[in-house]
């Protein structure tokens, strides 16, 4: 079961969306994902996607403006 | 002190009230209220970037220029609001109350983060996608709000071409931000 | 969305002991004082202006709150197939819509001038072009007009640069539209919807074209990630 990180600090929309989406791709069941971003519109729709997907999702504000997303791949 | 601000922010009501991002409907729905009180007020639908053009001809005056003889600032109103000033233009006071209200709101969230600049590539599609807004904002007469958001709100055949073809230029820019933006 | 304390995905993430945080709520009220200052300013010599800027901050606040993002509503059919932006944007027109033709109805039957007419515009060539350039220019730089002001105040430098060739965009397409106006706008139809449908006719028509446009994203968001929930 492997942890991936993947920094997407200072990205524009919707590079971090799309760069998580690439990442899970390539990942197994079971894996994962640790997403850091500090954009307001990706902490709201990196967890939406993911969800839809129907994977695991967590977020945590991590600092002022700063969160991380962690996503298990379920499927 | 710091200690009683941290725990407001944790409390629950506050996180509901100021700080939980609202749902998109929330927000569909809050920002009819407001353009709807905007017509109700101004007799007019909220724009942005009319001002824009405004905030160019002073900027293009402060480097030595003249843009108020062009014939687009022609009209006794557009000359009336080039020689009256950024303080003195409702336009002007909207756009600047757009971006402290998204400060204030990151604010009370305790969510502001200044975000720099990361790449080359963010340099060229910030340059690159501002001068197209910019451009094509004025020859279509109107960026997202003006053009769309008020215009088909306003039963006007144009707001829904825009949209149209807004979704094509957006079809386009997305093939080339995957190509040599990401 | 679950901001929970204790992880239900096992992770063998550490978690970084935070740095002893300063909270930005009193900065939030100063800029508030400040805010209200202004306004009171601006009301010392024309209170119509105190009026825009409630209207600009309110604008502001509610976008930032809601991650509104028109480009959004756009650009992510094309790259996810998500189209609940979207979707929240016809929601919003037609709320509009119907508020905005409350006001334009009184209006014409008193017999008076109808407000904002002026929104609607000459369909001509250069509607098109610039809708299509703006399309491009707001997917590329991560933000319409609104989002890009919008974020300017969330303290995106990449925006604030983005601000400034908006800006000079502008100026420049002030200029060029003596050219493009006179030559392909000044014979282009203006359609306002009820000079052709009648008040009541165009409200049902322009229900519809939104409802038709609600379910095609509904169905283009199904087809793309295979559910809208």
């Known amino acids: ?75 | 002190m710091n200690e009683f601000w941290l725990k407001l922010g944790k409390n629950k009501i506050y996180n509901t009230l100021l700080k939980e991002p609202l749902t998109y409907i929330a927000g569909a729905v809050l920002l009819s209220i407001f353009q709807i009180a905007h017509l109700s007020v101004f007799n007019s639908g909220w724009g942005v970037t009319g001002t824009f053009a405004n905030w160019g001809a002073w900027l293009y005056k402060l480097v030595g220029g003249d843009a108020s003889s062009w014939s687009y600032f022609a009209s006794e109103s557009a000359q009336k609001t080039l020689s009256s000033g950024f303080m003195n233009d409702g336009g002007s006071i909207r756009n600047l109350g757009i971006i402290v209200g998204a400060l204030v709101a990151t604010l009370f969230a305790s969510q502001f983060k200044f975000k720099k600049i990361k790449s080359w590539r963010q340099v060229i599609a910030a340059v690159l996608g501002g001068l197209l807004m910019g451009y094509g904002a004025r020859l279509a007469g109107g960026c997202n709000i003006g053009a769309l958001f008020t215009s088909i709100a306003s039963l006007s055949l144009s707001g829904f071409v825009f949209g149209g073809f807004l979704l094509v230029g957006a079809f386009l820019g997305s093939k080339l931000l995957v190509k040599y933006f990401m | ?229």
Request: proline share 4%.
């Open chain 3, 1 to 229: 969305m679950s901001e929970t304390n204790v992880s239900t995905i096992r992770s063998t993430r550490t978690r970084t002991p935070r740095k002893p945080k300063k909270s930005q709520i009193p900065i939030a009220l100063f800029v508030t004082i400040l805010i209200i200052a202004f306004g009171i300013y601006l009301g010392t010599y024309n209170v119509k202006l105190t009026t825009y800027w409630i209207f600009g901050i309110s604008f502001g606040y509610i976008l930032q709150r809601s991650r509104f993002c028109f480009t959004a509503a756009f650009r992510d059919p094309c790259i996810t197939g998500s189209t609940s932006v979207s979707r929240s944007v016809i929601v919003a027109l037609a709320l509009t819509t119907i508020g905005f033709t409350g006001i334009k109805y009184s209006a014409f039957i008193k017999g008076n001038d109808i407000p904002g007419m002026g929104a609607v515009a000459p369909i001509g060539l250069p509607l098109v072009l610039g809708a299509v350039l703006f399309g491009i220019g707001m997917v590329i730089a991560g933000g319409c007009a609104s989002g890009t002001l919008m974020r300017v105040g969330e303290g995106f430098s990449m925006q604030m640069l983005s601000l400034v060739f908006f800006v000079i965009g502008s100026l420049w397409g002030a200029h060029d539209m003596g050219f493009w106006g006179p030559k392909f706008n000044a014979n282009a139809p203006k359609v306002f919807l009820p000079d052709i449908f009648g008040w009541f006719g165009a409200l049902v028509v322009q229900a519809l074209i939104l409802l038709l446009l609600y379910i095609a994203a509904v169905k283009w968001q199904e087809k793309k990630m295979g559910t809208t929930e």
């Open chain 1, 1 to 75: 079961m492997k942890e991936i990180n993947l920094d997407c600090l200072g990205e524009a929309c919707p590079i971090p969306l799309m760069k998580t989406e690439k990442k899970m791709e390539e990942m197994a069941v079971g894996d994962v994902i640790i997403v850091a971003i500090d954009h307001s519109c990706a902490m709201k729709n990196i967890p939406e996607w993911a969800r839809k997907q129907g994977h695991n999702v967590e977020i945590e504000e991590v600092d002022d403006g700063e969160w991380e997303i962690i996503i298990e791949k379920t499927k």
